[in-house]
């Protein structure tokens, strides 16, 4: 079978298959039943393929073994690596992913793409600039109710494809591979019981990037403050030179972090301070706020300023209390991709070999390879082609 239609049947199969995760999900794992369809799916499939140690664990992660057909006692099987495939079964919680209806929309000639369920917000180049480089070609989208979940779906699919090329042509000479397909990816949870010594593998690439030929190696150095500000709460009508309200210092606070240090003013390779969550009364409010940066410097600088928020806030009223606690979140992965330089080469060279100009990237959030960095197993981030767009739509 041609193998663009391949991947494309795949990928269609996949999608209808309704795999949101949910954020805040603690009694159990994965945090959504529906997960599993697709998990089983997949089992099914691998099997089919012939591969080897096809399973499902009891936390919904997904794998199995393609075994090297190098002979082992050729000098091309010396030092070959078992190489790790990653892509995740969950789309984004905050779209629905039911009843998804794939549109394709046959040799893109440019301009806005409309999606028919919601014609009034169609997906125009001036927000998606990238849309440029895939005139000429075709273009799946969800009808507009729905997201389309391309993330991952589109990195499973390429996957699948592969293995099934792999299969069905053996004069392709491959290492052993390792496939993993892992759930609540999207709610930060992707790796939380990953067992990355049954994986077994000495590399790894996870399939869950954007524009084509994209290798990203750099993920933000990730914290996360949680600032508790302690007030005295006071009858209002009897509070003069008594009540310290802690709501209002929650929204000094705030006022001090520098607008040029945010999410909504930085790009690139900025750090930013985020303050994204806040609830709390006249005694006691609390604030949580991201901290990001690509490196220990950064992070260091971020976090002096809350420190500097905290004692401008306590000059104006030493009676309140405020404790800033730290916690860590991810580190970037470049600091472990950078001992092995050769994981990264061989993805550009591969990327080459199929008529692209590889780009490397830094992604300004994490990944689950960013995790699995630190816990031994190197793990970059390729292209899986899902351009644009979070939300309904693309994405
Ligand atoms: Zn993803």
Redesign the pocket.
Known sequence: MDIRKEVVDRFLRYVRIDTQSKEGVEDRYPSTEKQLQLARLLVDELKDLGLEEVQLDQHGYVTATLPQNIPPDTKAASNLPTVGLL??LDT?PEVSGKNVNPIIHKNYSGGKIVLPQLPDSPILPRDNPELERYKGDDIITSDGTTLLGA??KA?IAEIMTMLARLRSDLSLPHPRIRVGFTPD??VGNGTKYFDVKAFAADVAY?A??SGMGEVEDETFCADSANIQIKGIDVHPGYAKGKMVNAVRLAAEFISKIPIKHTPETTEGRESYLHPYQITGNVSEAKLVTLVRSFDQEGLDQMKAMLERAKQEVLKNEPRAEIRIDIKESYRNMKEVLDKYPEIVKCAEAAIQQCGMTPVRKAIRGG??GARLCFVGLPTPNLS?S?PVRRGQGI?
């Open positions: 892509a995740h984004y993330d991952d990195g990816e999207e996870t869950d990037g990944t689950d899986a899902m994405t």
